[in-house]
C-alpha cells in the first residue's frame, strides 16, 4: 500500500472490503469492464483476472478485447458475452459503475441478484454495489487494481504487472495529464518493480495497420475549428470506413491527436452512426469534457469524457454545439 492509500481511511477500508468479499466468495467470479474497453479496462480486468485465478479462483472475463490491443490477452484468456451469469457467480466490475447497465460489456445485470464488486475512479458513479472502492482522484483504475492485489495477497509477477502497467499508462496519456499525482508515479516503480513490461507496451501501443493512416485522411478532412478556435471537432461515418478498409475501434486514439491542435481547449471526436452519435472528448484550460459529456447525458472525468446520444447527427450537433457553448463561458466569460 503506498503511503499516498494509506493516507485515505475511507479508502484502504473500502478496498479491504471487496478484498475480503472476493476472497470469501466460494462460487465462480465474472469480471466486467465498459463496452469498447480502452487500456484500463482491459489492463484492469486482465490484472485481477490473472491474480484471481493465480488463488485458485474460477474466474471468467467476457470483454472483447479491440484490435490495436489484442496483442495483450493470452489465446482463450477472455471469453465472448455470457447469456447467463453461473450459478452462485459474483460480479466483479471494473473502470465503469455496475448501476449503468447501457455500458456494462459481457454480461446482463438487470435482474442480477448475487453480490458485485465495484472498482472505479468515475467521479459520476452512483456508488451502489456489495462492496465498492470508487475514488476519482485516482487517475485509473488500474492503479486501484493494484492497490487490490497487495489485500489480495498474491504473489506479484509480471503477469499481473504488465496489464496494469498498460491501463495506467494510458488513462494517464502517456503519464502526460494533471491528473497524474506523486501517488501515480509510485505505483508505476512498483509495477516496474514487479517487471512490467513498458519499453514493450510502448511499441506495441505505437504501431498502427495502414487502415489507420487512410481512415486519418478522411477524418482530417472533416475537421472543423469552433467558437473562434477554442473547439476543434471531426466526424467518422461508415462510408468513411469504407473507403479506408478501416475499422470503428481505429478510431480511438483520433481524439487525442485533435486535442494536440493549437489554441483549443476541447477536441471532439464525432462516430455518426446514422441514428446515433456517439462523442469522445478531451479538454484544457480549465475547460470540463465532463460538463459537456453530462449535459448530454453522458460522463466521465473532466479532461475525458463521453456520451452517446439516439440521435441523427444534425439534431446532437445542436444539443452539442449548445453544451459547449454554456461551458466556455462558464470558464471564459461571455464570449
Not at 232 to 248: K, N, S, T
Request: with cysteine.
Amino acid at each position: 500500500m503506498t503511503a499516498q492509500n494509506a493516507a485515505s481511511p475511507d479508502y484502504t477500508r473500502d478496498l479491504r472490503q471487496v478484498a475480503r468479499t472476493l476472497l470469501d466468495h466460494p462460487g465462480p467470479v465474472v469480471v466486467v469492464s465498459h463496452e469498447n474497453p480502452d487500456g484500463d479496462a482491459l489492463g484492469s480486468v486482465l490484472g485481477l483476472t490473472r491474480a484471481l485465478r493465480s488463488l485458485g479462483r474460477d474466474v471468467t472475463a467476457p470483454l472483447a478485447a479491440p484490435r490495436y490491443l489484442s496483442f495483450l490477452p493470452e489465446p482463450g484468456e477472455l471469453s465472448g458475452p455470457l447469456d447467463a451469469l453461473p450459478d452462485g457467480a459474483l460480479v466483479a466490475v471494473l473502470d465503469v459503475d455496475n448501476n449503468d447497465p447501457a455500458r456494462v460489456a459481457g454480461v446482463t445485470l438487470e435482474g442480477f441478484t448475487g453480490p458485485v464488486v465495484n472498482v472505479d475512479h468515475h467521479g459520476t458513479n452512483a456508488r451502489r454495489a456489495t462492496a465498492l472502492v470508487v475514488d476519482p482522484a485516482r487517475p485509473a483504475t488500474a492503479m486501484m487494481i493494484a492497490d487490490l492485489l497487495d489485500e489480495l495477497g498474491v504473489t506479484w509477477t509480471e503477469a499481473f504487472a504488465t496489464p496494469l502497467m498498460l491501463g495506467l499508462n494510458t488513462d494517464t496519456g502517456s503519464f502526460r495529464f494533471d491528473s497524474v499525482t506523486p501517488g501515480t508515479f509510485e505505483c508505476a516503480a512498483r509495477l516496474r518493480a514487479h517487471g512490467a513490461r513498458l519499453g514493450w507496451l510502448n511499441d506495441q501501443l505505437g504501431q498502427n495497420p495502414p487502415a489507420y493512416y487512410h481512415l486519418l485522411r478522411e477524418v482530417l478532412g472533416t475537421m472543423q475549428f469552433l467558437h473562434g478556435g477554442r473547439v476543434v471537432l471531426a466526424r467518422v461515418d461508415q462510408a468513411m470506413l469504407d473507403r479506408a478498409g478501416a475499422a470503428w475501434e481505429d478510431v480511438e486514439s483520433y481524439v487525442g491527436l485533435l486535442r494536440s491542435a493549437e489554441g483549443t481547449q476541447l477536441a471532439v471526436m464525432v462516430k455518426d452512426y446514422g441514428d446515433r452519435v456517439k462523442l469522445s472528448m478531451r479538454s484544457r484550460a480549465g475547460v470540463s469534457a465532463q460538463n459537456v459529456a453530462v449535459a448530454l447525458g453522458g460522463g466521465g472525468h473532466v479532461p475525458a469524457a463521453g456520451a452517446s446520444v439516439a440521435a441523427p447527427f444534425g439534431e446532437v450537433m445542436a444539443q452539442l454545439d449548445a453544451s459547449i457553448a454554456a461551458e466556455l463561458q462558464r470558464v471564459n466569460g461571455p464570449a
